[in-house]
């Protein structure tokens, strides 16, 4: 079994930061992909950016060059830096998690319910 448990939303202005964060425990595979997508309530989910087992990363047009991926091996953690903060940013953000897939390949279905696991979300507002 698998549990990702998402924290660090908040509520900021525009143009402001967030790092959010996805503690990971149970089961972990050596070729594990992780990733962070969005969701708004009567929108389509967006796969916003991944991390493989190799330390490639992928990410989305919307966020290139404002959101960062990264994660701590050593502390099972998973970590999205969101710089530069849009309101059409807000959203709830969720980490999930797959594996023998590459970074580039999981962006793309990474907000697919078949894609592995995934955490409950924190919720992060740009006003």
């Known amino acids: 079994h698998v549990q990702l448990v998402e924290y660090g939303g908040d509520s900021v202005q525009a143009g402001g930061s967030l790092r959010l964060s996805c503690a990971h425990s149970?089961?972990?595979?050596?070729?594990?992909?992780m990733g962070w997508f969005r969701e708004v309530s009567g929108k389509e989910r967006e796969g916003l950016a991944t991390i493989d087992y190799s330390g490639m990363t992928a990410y989305a047009d919307s966020v290139k060059g404002r959101f960062t991926i990264s994660k701590d091996n050593n502390k099972n953690i998973l970590y999205l830096q969101t710089d530069n903060l849009k309101p059409e940013d807000s959203a709830t953000y969720r980490c999930?998690?797959?594996?023998?897939?590459?970074?580039?390949?999981?962006?793309?279905?990474?907000?697919?319910?078949?894609?592995?696991?995934w955490g409950e979300g924190t919720q992060v507002t740009v006003s």
């Open positions: 999930a998690a797959s594996w023998d897939v590459t970074a580039v390949a999981a962006l793309s279905n990474i907000a697919s319910p078949e894609f592995g696991y």
């Open positions: 149970g089961r972990t595979y050596s070729r594990w992909c």
